[in-house]
C-alpha cells in the first residue's frame, strides 16, 4: 500500500495591514487580543463590509503559543491556572511534559451548534467499542487560549450566549452529565459579528461585551468616492498643469 505525505493547505487569508478604514473595528479587536480580560467585542455591520475579514486577519497576525503535546484543551506547559486537571497533576508530580508551538487557535461557532458540541459531553464511540465514560471536548476547549467566533451572534439562541458569556467571564467550563464531571480553563477572545437588519443583540450581550458602532455600506461608499474624486483630482492637474498662484489653485478646485 502506498502512501504519501499531504500538507495541510492552508487558504490565504487577507492581511490585516490591508485593511483601510474601520479605525474603531481594528482597534477594538486590537485590544482585546492584547488583554482577553477586556470580555470580548461585538462588530455590527452590512453585508459585506468586511466583519469577517478583519476577524481573520487579525487572528492570523498573532504569534504561537506553547501547549502541551496532544492535549485537547490547549493546555499551558507552566502556568497552573491553564491547564487541565490532567496536566496539572503531571505538573504537580514534577512528570516530563512535552511541548509544541501551534497558532491561536480561531473557533467559529456556527448556529446549528448544540449545547453538547459547545461544552462537550461523553464520547460515544469510547463507550460503545471499549465499555469506558471518557469526556469528549467541545468547542470551548478547543478556543481555550484562543479566540472563539460567532457570526450572526444576535441570531444566536438565548441559552448558548449565556453558556459564553459565563466561560468568557469565568475562564473555566464545567459539565456534569451522564455520569462525567469535568472542569476544564476556557479562557478566550469572544468575537461576535452580526447584521443589524437581521435582528437585535440579546440584551445579557449588550451588558456584558464591547459593541462597536454600526458601520456599513454607507461609510465604504463615502470613502471610495472621496478617494475617485482625489485621484480624479490628482490627474486633471496632472494633464492641464496649474500655474502656483493660490488664486488659481483655489478657483480651480473650488470649480471642480
Same mark, same amino acid.
Given at each position: 500500500?502506498?502512501?504519501?505525505?499531504?500538507?495541510?493547505?492552508?487558504? @490565504?487569508?487577507? @492581511?490585516?495591514?490591508?485593511?483601510?478604514?474601520?479605525?474603531?473595528?481594528?482597534?477594538?479587536?486590537?485590544?482585546?487580543?492584547?488583554?482577553?480580560?477586556?470580555?470580548?467585542?461585538?462588530?455590527?455591520?452590512?453585508?459585506?463590509?468586511?466583519?469577517?475579514?478583519?476577524?481573520?486577519?487579525?487572528?492570523?497576525?498573532?504569534?504561537?503559543?506553547?501547549?502541551?503535546?496532544?492535549?485537547?484543551?490547549?493546555?499551558?506547559?507552566?502556568?497552573?491556572?491553564?491547564?487541565?486537571?490532567?496536566?496539572?497533576?503531571?505538573?504537580?508530580?514534577?512528570?516530563?511534559?512535552?511541548?509544541?508551538?501551534?497558532?491561536?487557535?480561531?473557533?467559529?461557532?456556527?448556529?446549528?451548534?448544540?449545547?453538547?458540541?459547545?461544552?462537550?459531553?461523553?464520547?460515544?464511540?469510547?463507550?460503545?467499542?471499549?465499555?469506558?465514560?471518557?469526556?469528549?471536548?467541545?468547542?470551548?476547549?478547543?478556543?481555550?487560549?484562543?479566540?472563539?467566533?460567532?457570526?450572526?451572534?444576535?441570531?444566536?439562541?438565548?441559552?448558548?450566549?449565556?453558556?459564553?458569556?459565563?466561560?468568557?467571564?469565568?475562564?473555566?467550563?464545567?459539565?456534569?452529565?451522564?455520569?462525567?464531571?469535568?472542569?476544564? @480553563?476556557?479562557?478566550?477572545?469572544?468575537?461576535?459579528?452580526?447584521? @443589524?437588519?437581521?435582528?437585535?443583540?440579546?440584551?445579557?450581550?449588550?451588558?456584558?461585551?464591547?459593541?462597536?458602532?454600526?458601520?456599513?455600506?454607507?461609510?465604504?461608499?463615502?470613502?471610495?468616492?472621496?478617494?475617485?474624486?482625489?485621484?480624479?483630482?490628482?490627474?486633471?492637474?496632472?494633464?492641464?498643469?496649474?500655474?502656483?498662484?493660490?488664486?488659481?489653485?483655489?478657483?480651480?478646485?473650488?470649480?471642480?
Amino acid at each position: 500500500m502506498v502512501t504519501q505525505n499531504v500538507e495541510k493547505i492552508s487558504l @490565504p487569508i487577507f @492581511p490585516f495591514t490591508a485593511i483601510v478604514g474601520q479605525e474603531e473595528m481594528k482597534l477594538a479587536l486590537e485590544l482585546n487580543v492584547i488583554d482577553p480580560r477586556i470580555g470580548g467585542v461585538i462588530i455590527m455591520g452590512d453585508r459585506g463590509t468586511g466583519k469577517s475579514t478583519t476577524i481573520r486577519a487579525i487572528a492570523d497576525l498573532l504569534p504561537k503559543i506553547s501547549i502541551v503535546r496532544e492535549d485537547a484543551f490547549n493546555s499551558h506547559p507552566t502556568n497552573p491556572e491553564l491547564m487541565s486537571s490532567e496536566i496539572l497533576n503531571q505538573f504537580q508530580n514534577n512528570e516530563i511534559i512535552e511541548t509544541e508551538e501551534i497558532k491561536i487557535p480561531m473557533v467559529d461557532l456556527p448556529l446549528g451548534a448544540t449545547e453538547d458540541r459547545v461544552c462537550g459531553t461523553i464520547d460515544i464511540e469510547k463507550a460503545l467499542t471499549e465499555g469506558v465514560k471518557a469526556f469528549e471536548p467541545g468547542l470551548l476547549a478547543k478556543a481555550n487560549r484562543g479566540i472563539l467566533y460567532v457570526d450572526e451572534v444576535n441570531l444566536l439562541d438565548d441559552h448558548l450566549v449565556d453558556i459564553l458569556l459565563d466561560s468568557a467571564a469565568s475562564g473555566w467550563n464545567t459539565v456534569e452529565r451522564e455520569g462525567i464531571s469535568v472542569r476544564h @480553563p476556557a479562557r478566550f477572545v469572544l468575537v461576535g459579528s452580526g447584521n @443589524p437588519e437581521e435582528g437585535e443583540l440579546r440584551p445579557q450581550l449588550l451588558d456584558r461585551l464591547v459593541c462597536t458602532p454600526r458601520f456599513g455600506r454607507l461609510r465604504i461608499l463615502i470613502y471610495v468616492f472621496v478617494l475617485l474624486k482625489s485621484v480624479l483630482l490628482l490627474i486633471k492637474i496632472h494633464k492641464f498643469g496649474l500655474t502656483n498662484t493660490r488664486t488659481n489653485n483655489r478657483a480651480y478646485v473650488l470649480n471642480w
